[in-house]
């Protein structure tokens, strides 16, 4: 299940995969690495959560998806980002 982050997501997850060169911006993890490792590709995290650019029934997809808002991470670091998130 992958929920929906906008009509711009897809695009702007792999822009922001290509500029972090498919690696994870923590620990340096590379896509074969994270696949070897954890069955997963590498993930790309909104630093500050989608749903704080939700508003009723509308969603502010272009702040929410921006590159300046999105990181390259691998599970392991991605579950502890959110951990400390709370």
């Known amino acids: 299940y992958e929920p929906y982050y906008g009509p711009n ?3 702007q997850r792999q822009r922001r995969l290509i500029q972090d060169q498919a690696r994870c911006q923590e620990c340096g993890k590379t896509d074969v ?3 070897a490792e ?3 590709s590498l993930e ?3 630093q500050t959560p989608f749903r704080e650019f939700v508003e009723g029934k509308h ?3 272009e702040d929410a998806n921006s590159l300046s808002n999105l990181i390259t991470l691998c599970k392991t670091c991605h ?3 959110e951990a400390q998130r709370g």
């Open 44 to 46: 790309v995290h909104h």
């Open 33 to 35: 690495e994270s696949l």
């Open 9 to 11: 997501w897809r695009q």
């Open 79 to 81: 579950l502890s980002v």
């Open 59 to 61: 969603a502010d997809f």
């Open 38 to 40: 954890h069955g997963a």
